[in-house]
């Protein structure tokens, strides 16, 4: 049995850090692009802020990230290295892996160390009026 299926068995944690979930009443999808409704998630305004929008059935796995004020990233919540989750890292603003090796990632994408070699998906998002639109997440 591999270390990570034992520890889902023992039910440890296998999260070391995370971020909230973005509730999916507040998320809606057109086309290719995704919108978060910010009067819904008034939170994630706070600079600092970060949440996740897991959505299987629309094949949704990204991680939010309010890292300046007025200024939102959206990257894939997928690791490069081992396919686990990412989470928001507010004090060094970055996203780093939540297991097997914290690889870390700028909020470019970009491999900042650990054992990843391949850049996150970054898309592209804007604010309008209540609305951050995130571009090119579903195809």
């Known amino acids: 049995m591999e270390r990570r299926q034992f520890l889902l068995v023992a039910g440890a944690p296998l999260l070391c ?3 909230d979930e973005i509730p999916l009443s507040s998320v809606t999808v057109e086309g290719s692009r995704v919108a978060v409704d910010l009067d819904k998630v008034r939170w994630l305004t706070k600079t600092g802020a970060a949440g996740k929008i897991i959505d299987a059935a629309r ?3 990204l991680v ?4 300046v004020k007025g200024q939102y990233v959206a ?10 989750p990412v989470a928001y ?3 060094r603003q970055t996203v780093m892996c939540t297991c097997w090796g914290h690889s870390e990632f700028d909020m470019k994408g ?3 160390g650990g054992p990843a070699k391949r850049p996150l998906l970054v898309y592209a998002t804007k604010v309008v009026g209540k609305q951050l639109e995130i571009e090119g ?3």
């Open 17 to 19: 850090c995370d971020v």
């Open 59 to 61: 094949k949704l796995n």
């Open 64 to 67: 939010l990230a309010h890292p």
């Open 75 to 84: 990257l894939q919540r997928k690791c490069t290295h081992g396919g686990g």
């Open 89 to 91: 890292n507010h004090k």
């Open 110 to 112: 970009t491999v900042l």
């Open 137 to 139: 997440v579903v195809s």
